[in-house]
């Protein structure tokens, strides 16, 4: 059994969106402009949780990063967009697909 008091959480800002992100968790963020494998340095963290030590920024916490891995370059599933207006024989069909980049979190730190 895991002690969820150990682990350290970090609320970090990335293309303008905001995630809880903990150490060796992955996820996808909206398309950044990096090769896969790239490594890249973060210092804009909102909120730092270990243990019980919890340190908020303003704006950001000062000294702390987050050491981030470009694992690959997706894109979304395919939206489909479909305006209609009603009695005027208007319809349009299009689709969208989001590229992505799926990151992983090595390392977060604080001073």
């Known amino acids: 059994m895991s002690d969820k008091k150990s682990e350290k959480y970090a609320v970090i800002r990335i293309g ?3 995630y809880l ?3 060796g968790e992955y996820f996808e963020v909206e398309k950044l402009d990096l090769e896969e494998g790239a490594k890249f340095v973060s210092e804009d963290i909102l909120l730092v949780i ?3 030590k ?7 916490v000062t000294g702390a990063t987050a050491t981030i891995t470009v694992l690959a370059q997706t894109k979304d599933e ?9 009695k005027k024989n208007y319809r349009v069909k ?3 697909r989001q590229k992505l980049t799926k990151i992983q979190i090595d390392k977060i730190t604080t001073k």
């Open 21 to 23: 992100v903990s150490e």
């Open 78 to 86: 395919k939206k489909i967009i479909f305006k209609y207006k009603a």
């Open 94 to 96: 299009t689709g969208h």
């Open 16 to 18: 303008g969106k905001q």
């Open 54 to 60: 919890v340190s908020i920024g303003q704006p950001t």
């Open 50 to 52: 270990d243990g019980d």
